[in-house]
């Protein structure tokens, strides 16, 4: 079992930054973000492994990017320009290989317009 602790939700104007971290519990190839929009599925945001392969959804492509720290077992997301399109409950994620196992609480990201 891998237990997944998200911070750095909040509030922020159009245009402004956050940045959330997540913090694994053990080593864990794949870590990522995925969100949830009300009355929306929840669809993903980006990943990246060990390694340091990344992988983006287009809506976010140039304005958000993920990052990791193996000796800490975090991963991080750097969201730049944000919009008001943007806000959701951000779910850290990660799994060992091609699917996501576990998934954090979530944390609120509120874009105001």
């Known amino acids: 079992q891998v237990q997944l602790v998200e911070s750095g939700g909040g509030l922020v104007q159009t245009g402004g930054s956050l940045r959330l971290s997540c913090a694994a519990s053990?080593?864990?190839?794949?870590m990522g973000w995925y969100r949830q929009a009300p009355g929306k599925r929840r669809e993903f945001v980006a990943t990246i492994t060990r390694s340091g392969s990344t992988n983006y959804a287009g809506s976010v492509k140039g304005r958000f990017t993920i990052s990791g720290d193996n000796a800490k077992n975090t991963v991080y997301l750097q969201m730049n320009g944000l919009e008001p399109e943007d806000t959701a409950v951000y779910y850290c994620a990660a799994g060992r290989v091609l699917t996501i196992e576990y998934w954090g609480q979530g944390t609120q990201v509120t874009v105001s317009s």
């Open positions: 053990r080593i864990i190839n794949i």
